[in-house]
């Protein structure tokens, strides 16, 4: 399978503990998004990779987060201290260039209890 | 402000039945792109379609078209004769390639499209 892979797909958690997600991105691109995605609304940009530089943050990433793309391959977010609010489905997609689509893996649905 | 607006938020047709989507930007930029996605239940984004703002061009893929119009900034996704199969949630999406923008995805809210058999 060449698509985006997520790992893990679920994850529950207690508030204020740490998570980690990782992302595989298609092997050849070299962007690599981060998004989430809360129940009844579209995926909302968290942040970008062009290779193994993180170029943009979104203001919805507080200092709770922080996302590495180590070589530029795969990619990592991590919530320290999660809180309730956190609960959604984070989203990774990968690309060859700006501005060819953005291709989605399936998610990492987070409940933060 | 970049802003994408999808004001239907659920349709339910029988199959078989024509369905428009409608869905409408906002962008200062003159260099813009479009696109629609599809999410169905099991939750992973399908990419169906990318424009370009400086090509007006309708396109027809199998049972969907896509009308571009500039002028009321609108990006409308139609499926002729709808199948149970069509059944998802639709994004319509904005990206802009200016002002240090680096092609990150700006989503409406998606219309949850049901068709029934």
């Known amino acids: 399978d060449t698509g985006v892979s997520q790992n893990p797909r679920h994850k529950i958690t207690k508030r204020g503990q740490n998570v980690t997600f990782r992302c595989d991105p298609i092997?050849?691109?070299?962007?690599l998004y981060w998004y989430r995605q809360t129940l009844g609304q579209g995926p909302e940009f968290l942040t970008y990779f062009q290779n193994e530089a993180q170029l943009e943050k979104s203001r919805l990433l507080s200092d709770r987060f922080s996302a590495e793309r180590p070589k530029g391959s795969f990619s990592t977010l991590e919530i320290q201290r999660t809180e309730q609010g956190d609960s959604a489905m984070y989203l990774c997609a990968s690309s060859m260039t700006s501005p060819s689509e953005q291709f989605f893996g399936p998610g990492t649905r987070l409940t933060v209890l | 402000a970049q802003k994408v607006t999808q004001a239907q938020t659920e349709i339910s047709v029988v199959e078989k039945e024509d369905v428009t989507l409608d869905c409408v930007y906002e962008t200062r930029d003159t260099t813009y792109y479009l696109f629609w996605y599809k999410q169905p239940p099991s939750g992973e984004l399908v990419f169906l379609i990318r424009?370009?703002?400086?090509?007006?061009q309708n396109e027809i893929s199998g049972r969907y078209s896509w009308n571009f119009q500039k002028s009321t900034s609108s990006f409308n996704f139609t499926i002729t004769a709808s199948q149970v199969v069509d059944s998802a949630v639709y994004f319509c999406?904005?990206?802009?390639?200016?002002?240090?923008?680096?092609?990150?995805?700006?989503f409406g809210k998606g219309t949850k499209l049901s068709v029934k058999p």
């Open positions: 424009r370009n703002s400086f090509d007006e």
């Open positions: 999406a904005l990206s802009e390639e200016g002002g240090g923008s680096q092609g990150n995805l700006i």
């Open positions: 092997s050849e691109h070299n962007r």
